[in-house]
């Protein structure tokens, strides 16, 4: 039996430890995999850093080490762009959480298809974010499914699903670490016997789909009107992309490390986002229904990320109780 021609479209880490483990799976000894990546896509270099260099995606730096030939369209709607996918006679493209939408002569040119990873046990978090969704959600469940791509957004058939627990202290970091681990052996596993899935891929039950928007900057500002459970949710789900920041004497600070805790006594009344109690190594503000949110590790404008600890044994009045955190005069940017 003849090797899969595999073409790889993908552009952040998630996408990078993917074409990772097939590069791994075909080199691998002993058997020789039923497969061979010919060529991988990815999205332009973008500027990035403080000179605001342009810099390769880690899947353009792993194709690059791997010696694969390596292709970033600006879209994939132009002749010029199909054309170029036709050439390459590949049987089947994996996409990634590539970034570029891929038209209808794309879905249709490789000889089985496009199939996609996607971070959840569809139809649940179809969409651009399903790690942060299902954490704000309190899901005690994610996966990874592996999919047949279609026009529709993450509604093709299912081929392999990979179920992950979430864990009550889980934050997006971590979450997206199990995905990653469940979803390279799952697409390993898909590429293996993709011919016999393809046969026998079940359909989405649409009315049990949900959807992931994508995260927008303003949903990363602290409500505390809201009670501490939920806060400290949308601190672990925003952890490492848009961290969930409030304004304290005007200046933006990141929450990055919380906890939530119930209702608890204090010396007279106090508002929603008033710092309450202080030590040296946390503190506790005031969230609605009488909870408190308990705060160990921020980050400070212009400044790295930190123990509350550090902070105070540089400046113990920064967190001292009586303040009170508040939110951007204007729009969030």
Known sequence: MSQLRVCFAGTPEFAAAHLRALIAAQQGGGTRAPFEVVAVYTQPDRPAGRGKKLSPSPVKQVALEAELPVLQPVSLRSEEAQSELASLECDV???????????QAILDTPRLGCINVHASLLPRWRG????????????????VTIMQMEAGLDTGPMLIKAEVAIEPRETRISLEDKLTAGGTQALVSALTQLETLLANAESQDDSLSTYAAKIDKAEALLDFSQPASALDLQVRASIGRNPAFALLNGE?????????????????PC?????????KQSFTVACGDGTRLRTSRVQLAGKAAMDVSAVCNAKPETFAAGQVFTAPPAEVG
């Open 93 to 103: 493209l994996v996409v990634v959480a590539y970034g570029l939408i891929l038209p």
């Open 252 to 268: 933006r600070l990141r929450f990055l490390e919380t906890e939530a805790l119930g209702p608890a006594e204090v010396a007279g």
């Open 271 to 279: 508002g929603f986002g008033e710092i309450i109690d202080s030590d």
């Open 128 to 143: 651009a974010a399903p790690i942060e969704r299902a954490l704000l959600a309190g899901d005690q469940t994610s996966g």
